[in-house]
Each structure stands twice: as C-alpha cells, then as structure tokens.
C-alpha cells in the first residue's frame, strides 16, 4: 500500500533550523509531484512548498527565502530543509504526493517554535 512517512520534526528556537523528510512507498516516485503542507491549530491546511516532476518549484509567501523543497527520486524522498524559523511556522507538516489521478497524504510530524 502507498505510505508517506515524515519525519525531521520537533522543537526549535526562533532562528533556528529543520530539515524534514519525507519518504514514499508503494507509488512510482518519479511520476509525483509532491508537496508540503502544514496546519496550525484553528487554521486550514495551507501549501508551504511545491515541487513538479520536471523540478519547478513553488512557495508560500510566508517562507519564501526560508525554505527549500527538494526531491531525491533514488531514493524516493522529498524533503524541506527550514532555515530561520519563526514561531509562526509553528504547525504539523504534512508530506503529499500527487498525480493525475492520485493524491497521497502523509501523518504530519509537529514543528514547534519557541524559546
């Protein structure tokens, strides 16, 4: 069965910096776009990162210059390497791979930012 699995997440200081991982099974990697999401509590699911299968990327306003998605399709993970947090990123972040006719999610690893 198709399975994300994220992980990198936990507690950080304002500045700091994570690296998260996402790791895919059960789908032809290549064949994805895949996504990072995030949702903080009380707020809807938002895109914080974007990446087709041909290496376009997009973000979210909010981490742009921050943020980088990148995918290694040998190893079938994308990850999303988070520089200079900020309590505001504080959120789960969910991994989703997506096609023309599949959409995939993963669990959500918690990212907290604080002092």
């Known amino acids: 069965q198709v399975q994300l699995v994220e992980s990198g997440g936990g507690l950080v200081q304002p500045g700091g910096s994570l690296r998260l991982s996402c790791a895919a099974s059960?789908?032809?990697?290549?064949?994805?776009?895949m996504g990072w999401y995030r949702q903080a509590p009380d707020k809807q699911r938002e895109l914080v990162a974007g990446?087709?299968?041909?290496?376009?990327?997009n973000y979210a306003d909010s981490v742009k210059g921050r943020f980088a998605i990148s995918r290694d399709d040998a190893k079938n993970t994308v990850y999303l390497q988070m520089n200079s947090l900020k309590p505001e990123d504080t959120a789960v972040y969910y991994c989703?791979?997506?096609?023309?006719?599949?959409?995939?999610w993963g669990q959500g690893t918690q990212v907290t930012v604080s002092s």
């Open positions: 990446l087709t299968r041909s290496g376009n990327t």
């Open positions: 059960g789908i032809t990697f290549y064949y994805y776009s």
């Open positions: 989703n791979a997506k096609a023309i006719t599949a959409d995939y």
